[in-house]
């Protein structure tokens, strides 16, 4: 009798069944997207042509509504605050822009699955595509957003010297936090569809918390600087906007995305690598 002894068929089918969670999951699928990454950007190019299809201007509709917003802020704020506005319009301008980059990062993270759950539920294809494409589509609204500086630079009389270079890097590490943030969030929102509407409140709280239509130095003495330098939106804003305006971020400015990074991605490869499999079953 063989009962209980498994023959060769059952030893190599065994064998091949790949497992379906734990760290080597997350970063297949990572790695798997990353590779295959001309699938993002055409998803998201087009994501941002489909919404301003037929449109004469186009996506820059985006750009002249940004501009019309800063110039309304930074007259009621520049206003109330009685600041110059060669100095203040442009801190305003960059820190808008830059917050608006992540903060709809973040949102729209949340829906990145469950916006796409008829091409997860029919087409194999690696969840962090829906991730990269989701990123790649907010980073061509930033490049269209940010020409608003220079412009504005321009018409105000700054120049603009090379440690604007340094807002590149920047930039690239501002992108690596979110990525991981954003997956975290897709899977936390594919399960429960009411943190969609926690995470839209606390950013409407953080943007109000940090040095975005306010400036540091017109805080009283007394106010600590605890909140703004525990911040992690403040530093991801200064990475971007101290080099638009001709300084280089400071230390603090980049230790604290670089833990983040470091931390978040360790975290989030465990969490996906634990989840991942059953994504497709919330959606």
């Known amino acids: 009798m ?21 760290p080597g999951v997350a970063l297949q699928d990572i790695a798997e997207a990353l590779t295959k990454y001309r699938l993002a950007l055409i998803f998201g190019w087009q994501d941002v042509a489909q919404r301003y299809r037929r449109s004469r201007v186009g996506a820059f509709w985006l750009t002249l509504n940004m501009a019309v917003f800063i ?43 469950s916006s796409s759950d008829g091409i997860i539920l029919q087409v194999r294809m690696p969840l962090f595509t829906h991730i990269l494409r989701t990123l790649w589509r907010n980073v061509i609204i930033f490049a269209h957003n940010i020409v608003i500086f220079p412009v504005l630079a321009l018409i105000l009389g700054r120049g603009i010297n090379f440690n604007i270079i340094w ?30 509407q926690v995470v839209t409140n606390v950013l409407q709280v953080l943007f109000y918390a940090t040095p975005i239509m306010w400036m540091v130095k017109i805080l009283p003495d007394h106010v600590s600087r605890a909140f703004i330098e525990w911040n992690p939106f403040y530093h991801f804003i200064e990475l971007v906007r101290a080099p638009l305006l001709g300084h280089t971020p400071t230390a603090l400015d980049w230790g604290m995305p670089i833990a983040f990074a470091i931390a978040g991605w360790g975290i989030a490869i465990a969490f996906f690598g634990k989840y991942r499999w059953r994504v497709a079953y919330w959606l």
């Open 2 to 22: 063989n009962i209980g002894i498994p023959n060769r068929s059952n030893r190599g089918l065994a064998a091949s069944v790949e497992p379906t969670t734990g």
């Open 71 to 113: 110039g309304a802020l930074g007259l009621i704020f520049g206003t109330l605050f009685q600041s110059d506005m060669r100095e203040f319009l442009p801190y305003l301008c960059a820190g808008i822009i830059s917050w608006g980059f992540i903060s709809t990062c973040l949102s729209e993270g949340c829906t990145a699955f």
């Open 167 to 196: 807002a590149v890097p920047g930039f690239l590490l501002v992108c690596m936090n979110l990525a991981w943030v954003m997956l975290i969030l897709a899977i936390l929102c594919a399960r429960f569809r009411d943190m969609t």
